[in-house]
């Protein structure tokens, strides 16, 4: 353990003030929830808002009620490469995972296969905006639309991101958001579920309705790990919870076993000054994902909006590349990370429903993919070290529609 300057991967926004808000809520929570709720229809212009424990739990609100108006589909149509949470919502909702290959320049689908992988089985399809970069909505939606399947917009890492000016996740039928703490600003952990349909709306709050909250001591000990939280994920400080492996940071774990419950009035509490937190957020995210853009000499054209990154991604040459560079910036404490390990046909607890199924694009991504951080901590020494790392080396970098290899001076 080695104590010394060392930045986390990711890190939103958590003050004082905010701490104080959700000591509150433990006693006014009504009041918070209220408030949250009524703050995020107006931000996202939506009709219907809920507030429940963490984003795979509002994904599985949104998968049980999609079952309940189209009982006769099955298959839930994601990206192979994702977040281990998002299979583990659709087992826990009872339904069948099924997989679309990406595009490893772009880590949104391959759209010649996703047309081809839509089926009378597909309940919907999952856009996921992986670190904020949109999915091409208007290509998913042409192809969902003739074959009336719904399409689900995975925005737990893109909250205040845009397509063609439209805020993602109110773009999709329905759209659900995760506030967990590497997210862009978090509340320990939480979801959001908004949607404009009516229909979708009216199935969700028949199984919202009648699910619990949180015990008065759960809320007590979530808010003791939030204070926790906000004093060690300063780099000052990070090095300590870094050096333990125990705790399993940045570890990726498939598990369907979880709680699906409302938000408590604690963490609405803690979400008092969430739009302030998420614009400050998302413009030192621009910033910083505009200097690496430049810095590595790169024009980005997934969308004529610019991208707040929750986090820079970058594919190396090799896997050996990839790790070798993870460890020379786990030494220097510079926040670099690796993300998913696997797709998601390789889950020990999945191979056997793809053990036939190749996915090219979503291997090579699990494989060579690193991560830079973007968050507010970063300062601009922090951004001279992590480009010195990759000094005078030939690496691939993610873009929009090609891997562009260039050599940084």
Same mark, same amino acid.
């Given at each position: 353990?080695? #104590?010394?300057?060392?930045?986390? =991967?990711? &890190?939103?926004?958590?003050?004082?003030?905010?701490? +104080?808000?959700?000591?509150?809520? +433990?006693?006014?929570?009504?009041?918070?929830?209220?408030?949250?709720?009524?703050?995020?229809?107006?931000?996202?212009?939506?009709?219907?808002?809920?507030?429940?424990?963490?984003?795979? @739990?509002?994904? !599985?609100?949104?998968?049980?009620?999609?079952?309940?108006?189209?009982?006769?589909?099955?298959?839930?149509?994601?990206?192979?490469?994702?977040?281990? %949470?998002?299979?583990? @919502?659709?087992?826990?909702?009872?339904?069948?995972?099924?997989?679309?290959?990406?595009?490893?320049?772009?880590?949104? #689908?391959?759209?010649?296969?996703?047309?081809?992988?839509?089926?009378?089985?597909?309940?919907?399809?999952?856009?996921?905006?992986?670190?904020?970069? =949109?999915?091409?909505?208007?290509?998913?939606?042409?192809?969902?639309?003739?074959?009336?399947?719904?399409?689900?917009?995975? $925005?737990?890492?893109?909250?205040?991101?845009?397509?063609?000016?439209?805020?993602?996740? !109110?773009?999709?039928?329905?759209?659900?958001?995760?506030?967990?703490?590497?997210?862009?600003?978090?509340?320990?952990?939480?979801?959001?579920?908004?949607?404009?349909?009516?229909?979708? @709306?009216? @199935?969700?709050?028949?199984?919202?309705?009648?699910?619990?909250?949180?015990?008065?001591?759960?809320?007590?000990?979530?808010?003791?790990?939030?204070?926790?939280?906000?004093?060690?994920?300063?780099?000052?400080?990070?090095?300590?919870?870094?050096?333990?492996?125990?705790?399993? +940071?940045?570890?990726?774990?498939?598990? %369907?076993?979880?709680?699906?419950?409302?938000?408590?009035?604690?963490?609405?509490?803690?979400?008092?000054?969430?739009?302030?937190?998420?614009?400050?957020?998302?413009?030192?995210?621009?910033?910083?994902?505009?200097? #690496?853009?430049?810095?590595?000499?790169?024009?980005?054209?997934?969308? *004529? *909006?610019?991208?707040?990154?929750?986090?820079?991604?970058?594919?190396?040459?090799?896997? &050996? !590349?990839?790790?070798?560079?993870?460890?020379?910036?786990?030494?220097?404490?510079?926040?670099?990370?690796?993300?998913?390990?696997?797709?998601?046909?390789?889950?020990?607890?999945?191979?056997?429903?793809?053990?036939?199924?190749?996915?090219?694009?979503?291997?090579?991504? $699990?494989?060579?993919?690193?991560?830079?951080?973007?968050?507010?901590?970063?300062?601009?020494?922090?951004?001279?070290?992590?480009?010195?790392?990759?000094?005078?080396?030939?690496?691939?970098?993610? !873009?929009?529609?090609?891997? #562009?290899?260039?050599?940084? &001076?």
């Amino acid at each position: 353990m080695k #104590f010394h300057r060392t930045l986390p =991967p990711t &890190a939103p926004p958590m003050d004082f003030v905010s701490i +104080l808000h959700g000591f509150a809520g +433990l006693f006014m929570g009504k009041h918070y929830i209220t408030r949250v709720e009524r703050e995020l229809k107006r931000y996202f212009n939506v009709k219907h808002v809920w507030l429940v424990s963490s984003g795979k @739990a509002g994904l !599985t609100l949104i998968l049980q009620s999609l079952m309940r108006l189209y009982p006769e589909k099955n298959q839930v149509l994601i990206p192979a490469y994702t977040c281990f %949470s998002v299979p583990s @919502a659709i087992i826990k909702a009872g339904l069948q995972v099924s997989l679309c290959d990406i595009d490893s320049s772009t880590l949104d #689908f391959d759209y010649d296969r996703l047309e081809k992988s839509v089926n009378e089985k597909t309940l919907c399809v999952l856009a996921t905006h992986l670190f904020g970069m =949109p999915s091409d909505m208007a290509r998913i939606q042409n192809i969902c639309e003739d074959k009336h399947i719904p399409v689900v917009e995975d $925005a737990a890492q893109a909250m205040g991101s845009k397509y063609n000016g439209k805020l993602l996740g !109110t773009i999709g039928d329905v759209g659900f958001f995760s506030l967990g703490r590497g997210k862009n600003i978090t509340c320990g952990s939480g979801g959001i579920i908004i949607t404009n349909n009516d229909m979708i @709306a009216d @199935a969700i709050q028949k199984l919202y309705g009648p699910i619990e909250g949180q015990s008065f001591q759960k809320e007590m000990i979530e808010l003791c790990k939030v204070i926790a939280m906000a004093c060690f994920i300063r780099p000052s400080l990070y090095w300590l919870p870094a050096g333990l492996p125990f705790l399993k +940071l940045g570890e990726t774990i498939f598990c %369907s076993e979880f709680s699906v419950k409302k938000m408590s009035g604690m963490k609405a509490g803690l979400l008092k000054k969430w739009e302030m937190n998420l614009r400050d957020s998302n413009s030192i995210r621009l910033e910083n994902g505009a200097s #690496f853009s430049e810095q590595l000499k790169l024009k980005w054209r997934l969308t *004529d *909006d610019e991208i707040p990154f929750l986090r820079f991604p970058v594919i190396c040459s090799d896997k &050996a !590349t990839q790790d070798n560079w993870y460890f020379l910036s786990k030494k220097k404490g510079l926040g670099i990370a690796k993300m998913y390990p696997t797709p998601i046909s390789e889950i020990q607890e999945m191979r056997d429903q793809f053990q036939e199924k190749k996915f090219p694009g979503a291997k090579l991504v $699990a494989d060579r993919l690193l991560t830079m951080p973007t968050h507010t901590f970063m300062r601009k020494n922090d951004k001279k070290r992590i480009l010195g790392l990759f000094s005078a080396s030939f690496i691939l970098v993610l !873009t929009s529609a090609l891997i #562009f290899s260039f050599t940084l &001076a």
